[in-house]
């Protein structure tokens, strides 16, 4: 039980303790934050070498969208969190940002994102911070609005903390009603620390049976063979080409662009 209580969900809601909690670790986060979505960005079974157009719900400051910009995707964000959009928009991430509550339906057309991935943000959803809220009423509305948005046979990745079997079930029911279908992911399924569960869905009429799939030990999925590495010189030549096509002010490339600063002692 005392455990339960540290929960962040069980603090506040989700717009206040997105920056009270997590602020205090932000740094800490980075790492794994992009750790987890370069795993969920592998689940979705992207084409290779061709850029998608991506939501990523619950995005927070846009950690994971730094990643998947990184990859040649194009995406848009969705956080209830104000404050962390703003955090966002400081960081000047390249993606598109949109306040909403996940529990209110994803407000998008039919068939307009190649895929999607959820960082930490659905279990959020099995909590009732309102006497208005019902989690099975908002999940499935969460759901069956996620399914519309997505192009036929696109997939769904959602990295969750489960409280307990009951709210995985929930989650997993209304995801099926809604139309999905997938399994489960347990990554390090004997560590109570380092335990992660990822759900993943897909739009298709081939519904995969709902599995649970357990893989001891996290692993370095893409091959960054032919890849720039991160700040390194390309890496920043590449990035500052990408915002000139999306038409946003860059500063004139120089032969000090990238170039390694000596340590200061």
Wanted: net charge positive.
């Amino acid at each position: 039980m005392a455990s339960s209580c540290r929960r962040p969900e069980h603090k506040a809601p989700p717009d206040v303790v997105s920056v009270a909690v997590y602020s205090g670790f932000y740094s800490r986060m980075i790492e794994i934050q992009t750790q987890m979505s370069e795993r969920a960005v592998e689940l979705l079974n992207l084409p290779e070498g061709q850029p998608c157009f991506l939501l990523d719900v619950g995005c927070g400051s846009g950690l994971s969208g730094d990643y998947l910009s990184e990859e040649g995707h194009y995406w848009v964000g969705v956080d209830i969190s104000t404050a962390m959009l703003d955090v966002a928009l400081d960081r000047e991430v390249e993606g598109d940002l949109l306040v909403g509550d996940m529990g209110q339906g994803m407000p998008f057309r039919p068939g307009t994102f190649d895929g999607c991935i959820s960082i930490s943000a659905l279990q959020w959803l099995c909590n009732a911070d309102k006497r208005s809220h019902s989690p099975p009423k908002r999940l499935y509305t969460f759901f069956s609005t996620l399914y519309s948005s997505l192009s036929r046979g696109s997939r769904a990745v959602f990295q969750l903390y489960p409280e307990n079997s009951e709210q995985l079930e929930l989650i997993t029911t209304q995801a099926m009603r809604a139309g999905f279908g997938g399994g489960m992911v347990v990554d390090y399924p004997n560590s109570t620390k380092a335990k992660k569960s990822g759900l993943g869905s897909e739009t298709s009429d081939r519904a995969v049976s709902n599995q649970v799939q357990f893989s001891g030990q996290r692993c370095r999925f893409k091959n960054m063979k032919g890849k720039s590495v991160k700040k390194g010189r390309d890496w920043i030549f590449e990035k500052k080409e990408r915002r000139r096509r999306q038409g946003r002010e860059v500063r004139a490339d120089t032969k000090y662009t990238g170039r390694q600063r000596r340590p200061h002692f």
